[in-house]
């Protein structure tokens, strides 16, 4: 049986759907409409200019707006002049390039622990990445200048100066509170252009900027706070999210609430609580001088940051202490630059003269510098600005740097010198005397009026060596036992005056003459064990005889 082989037939003809060829022409068909629609998504190229890179990887690293990724970091090489690092971005979308205008902020998110706790927690997974706030609107511009810190919306609060003298404890980033309430944050901490303050910028959010007045205190919060600067004890311990996070604290009067803040306006930022409660007056604005003090008197206790009182208001600080010898005298020679608060010498009635004016026209009305007793215990001194005095009038010396405010030639000491030169006319006082004329008088109480005129001498004697002695101003701080004692023999001592001046033969009178005196006796006995007990152990007023 023949086999039947099939013919085939060949065909010039080329056929679209049986070709080799459709498989890559469809390939090409879809990488085209994939890179049309990738380029037609591509938005601009920008550039980012940070001090410095924290994290940024080029190729991973992404721009967020919103929370949503709007472009990547392409590449990142240091700048020209070698400050800082660009950054530069390809846009994911056209959509966000009405937002890369003159109102957008960059800074870069990475995990940091700050003062309001851990921030940043998403990126360790995803990697630092860059934020952007922006508002829609403006010319586009395709170089920015990042920010070290994150973008503070000034509508959303208000921003407040403050200034302090040291910089110590102060951080970017640490919160503000109002009455245990957290209403913003240190915004910015610089240098003032003295370099003599560290100006410090916060943040409040609006909710609670109304709260901040011109009579408006500020401090530090610290963990715990002890002050004996004012005579008593005060102890501060903060609650325990202080103590995990520091902060600034202020509080308001609101006493001058209707008044709006002048825009450079400045905060003082104190220490502590205590001294943003003291006595302290002026307007906390850029009105303080320095003016330079030369003493011979001791200022062993007197150190930087002691303040300087007016009428007993903190007006002003020392800021520096210089000593140098003077072999002619044979005495240390002190220095002393304080600042002052010259503000504090407006008078509201008169608008015409500046605070300034009225305080170099005190100083020729009289107004000196003396070395003052802040508490008798510690001896710790202070300034004091005064009147009281007999030095006359005085004047300001202009000098190359600092002009020279006139000093009293009269200070205040501590407790134990006052207790010293008393004790020293105490033992002085004729009271051996008196009491053997007191004796004598009990003894012979049959006939007393021989001794009556010799007893009399002796009282008058004492009477007004007392009372001279307790009319100095030194006697009003001496401690209360001996200025009790001392007042109740004052008034024995007149008593029994009167007694002898108005006795006669009635026997009445004899019997209380005898007794008054008997407690004169006793009296002075026990002032003299107790003057023996000073002069062996002059610190026992305060710390007892043990």
Known sequence: ???????VEESSKFNLFTSIWIVPLIALMIAGWLAYQYFDDLGPEIEIIFPKNEGLVAGQSVVKFRNVPIGKVTKIYITEDTDGVIVRVRMNSK????YMTEKARFWIVKPEVGFSGVSGLDTLLSGTYIDVYSEAGGTFRKRHIGLSQPYQDTSKGKYFHLTSEDGKNI????????????????????LSLDNRHVEVII???NAYAPYIHSDTKFWMKNSMTVDFSRGKLDVDIAPLNFLLTGGIVFSSASQQGSKALSLDHIFILHKSKTEAESHTIGSGMNSNKTFLLLTEDSISHLSQGSVVRFEGFDIGKVTKIKLSYEKKKHKMIGAVLINIDTSVFKDSHDQNSTGEENFYAAVEEGLRAKIAALDPITGSQYIDLTFKHHDGEGTIIQGKRYAQLPMTSQSATGIMDSVTQILDKLNNLPLDELVTSVKKVIDDADAPVQHADALLVNLQKTVDNINKM???????????????ALTAMTKTLNETKKVVKGYDSNSLVKEQLTQTLRILT??????QAFLRMLNRKPNSLIFGDN
């Open 203 to 205: 943040f409040v959010d």
């Open 171 to 190: 951080s970017v980033g640490m919160p503000i509170f109002y009455k245990n309430i957290k209403v913003g944050e240190v915004a910015y901490k610089y």
């Open 522 to 527: 006793k009296t002075s006995q026990e002032m």
């Open 470 to 484: 307790t009319n100095k101003k030194s006697f009003e701080v001496l401690p209360d036992e001996l200025s009790k």
């Open 95 to 98: 959509a966000s390039k009405p």
């Open 1 to 7: 049986m023949p086999t039947h082989i099939p013919k």
